[in-house]
């Protein structure tokens, strides 16, 4: 579960819900990585991101603490959360976690005219790795969201607006 919350200012508030079925039991924690700067368009620029006010912590009790990293990945540059903690081993397969952040600079603005003048957050929520069974996000912002897409791997995904926030799933 992913909460995007647009604010007046620009800014967003991130918040991820994780709830992993680990493969065995003996696993320290879980990797989480927030993009940082990546390319954009014309591949000669890139869009940068300001990351803010990293909050970690977990429902099932498992332990929450963090190493961060940051690291240059294919063009990108990627802050890596290493969740967890490496001197205690996790007694269960089952771990949940809340990762929450605030990120400035990932609203684009669009227009034909100032009439016409909006703002897009296109952001990618979720990766390849792990395997991910299912999703949803919602996004809300002051005033409502009026359009929503969305695409997953080659395809689309379930989304909708409802009530001025739009909701993603799959």
Request: charged share 25%; with cysteine.
């Amino acid at each position: 579960d992913v909460r995007y919350e647009v604010r007046s200012d620009g800014s967003v508030g991130v918040t991820y819900r994780l709830d992993y079925r680990l493969g065995e039991t003996g696993r320290r924690g879980i990797l989480f990585s927030i993009i940082r700067r990546e390319p954009y368009g014309d591949g000669i620029h890139d869009a940068v991101y300001k990351i803010d006010d990293i909050r970690v912590s977990s429902p099932s009790g498992a332990p929450a603490g963090y190493e961060e990293t940051t690291e240059n990945v294919n063009g990108s540059q990627l802050t890596t959360l290493r969740i967890g903690d490496p001197d205690r081993a996790l007694a269960t397969r089952d771990a949940s976690y809340l990762v929450s952040y605030d990120v400035a600079g990932t609203l684009k603005t669009h227009s034909e005219n100032a009439a016409d003048q909006y703002a897009e957050l296109y952001r990618d929520v979720t990766t390849d790795y792990p395997h991910i069974h299912n999703y949803s996000v919602s996004v809300s912002a002051p005033g409502g969201v009026r359009a929503t897409d969305c695409s997953a791997g080659q395809g689309e995904c379930a989304h909708s607006v409802d009530g001025g926030t739009a909701r993603y799933s799959g």
